[in-house]
């Protein structure tokens, strides 16, 4: 086992696909000869050549476009969107096409590819290099939304979602890059997409996150505990299909939920969970399901006071655990 960072699980997890199968190749802007914005592809263009590590256009709609034509025709594209900010200019072919084509050929065609996009802020990004666009696509029947949170899932969950036979949007929290560590075994191993996992075992409450509020939220866990509160902790990992038998085994343990996620409170993600949990498992509840999220403002601010106001942290998580606890 290997202590490694987020973003060299994601390489290494690319670097062993392409290894494995010809017909698995990278595209997007300056993944090639630069190793990409975040440095995720570095190295591969030389290991690999610029047929299978290609240096697209500045054009989000041709990328997606060009990965579904080849997945059709049996390659296994890996497409790149620099920022998950700039996915919007692909979105009818992602959900009008890519997310489509299995079902309206009656399982004839399917488009084996991932879209990769580096989501969320926290970097000083501002507007349009901070924004959360999950709760788009968590909408969509036929494209899985998948959000790793540790190195061992980064690798696990990105093998997986270039052998699956159908399109998944993997979306990776780029605060943690090189912020979050992990252990990550040396030999092939997967994590299978639709389970959510129980990172930290609890009695008193349950918190429901992904990504880097993931990574908080086991922070702030630790910290309640020195105060004599023990919170369960899951991450959704996958959070479409997301893993109903997991949130609710969860909740009806602890009889509290608190769900957090750093795009904005209406319309956001933890909506369809706390959904999930009023209507399935209302009589095992102590107290009303409560959300923690970014406010209702356009973006992420540029400013580091203002980007600290909007942005949910282990301090702002561990308050809103107490006041659950204390219900």
């Known amino acids: 086992m290997a202590e490694i960072t987020m973003v060299e699980a994601i390489r290494q997890a690319m670097d062993e696909e392409l290894a494995r199968d010809e017909n698995v190749f990278i595209v997007g802007e300056d993944v090639g000869v630069r190793g990409g914005v975040f440095r995720a592809t570095v190295g591969l263009f030389d ?30 594209p890996i497409c790149e969107i620099q920022f998950a900010d700039f996915i919007y200019p692909a979105f009818n072919q992602i959900v009008s096409e890519a997310a489509k084509m299995c079902y309206r050929s009656n399982g004839e065609w399917t488009v084996p590819m991932v879209i990769r996009a580096p989501y969320g802020g926290g970097i000083g990004g501002g507007l349009y290099h901070s924004q959360s666009v999950e709760a788009f696509f968590t909408h969509i029947p036929g494209l899985k939304v998948v959000i790793p949170s540790n190195p061992y899932d980064a690798k696990g969950l990105l093998k997986s979602a270039v052998r699956d036979p159908n399109p998944v949007l993997y979306l990776e929290p780029k605060k943690g890059y090189r912020l979050i560590r992990g252990e990550v075994p040396e030999g092939e191993f997967t994590v299978p997409i639709g389970p959510a996992k129980v990172s930290r075992e609890g009695t008193d409450l349950t918190v429901y996150a992904y990504g880097m509020m993931l990574h908080y939220t086991l922070q702030a ?7 004599g509160v023990n919170v369960e902790v899951v991450d959704l990992r996958t959070l479409y299909p997301v893993d109903k038998q997991t949130v609710l085994e969860s909740v009806r343990k602890t009889g509290k939920a608190l769900i957090v996620h750093e795009d904005n409170l209406t319309g956001g993600y933890g909506g369809e969970i706390a959904a999930i949990i009023v209507e399935e498992a209302f009589t095992d509840l102590d107290a009303p399901v409560r959300r923690l999220c970014g406010p209702d403002v356009p973006a992420v601010p540029f400013s580091h006071p203002m980007q600290d106001w909007f942005m949910p942290n282990a301090e702002k998580i561990a308050q809103a655990m107490r006041d659950l606890a204390a219900y």
């Open 47 to 76: 290991k690999y050549g610029g047929e299978r590590v290609i240096d697209s256009p500045l054009a989000e709609l041709s990328i997606v476009g060009v990965g579904i034509g080849a997945a059709l025709y049996g390659m296994r």
């Open 221 to 227: 866990a630790e910290k309640l505990a020195g105060e």
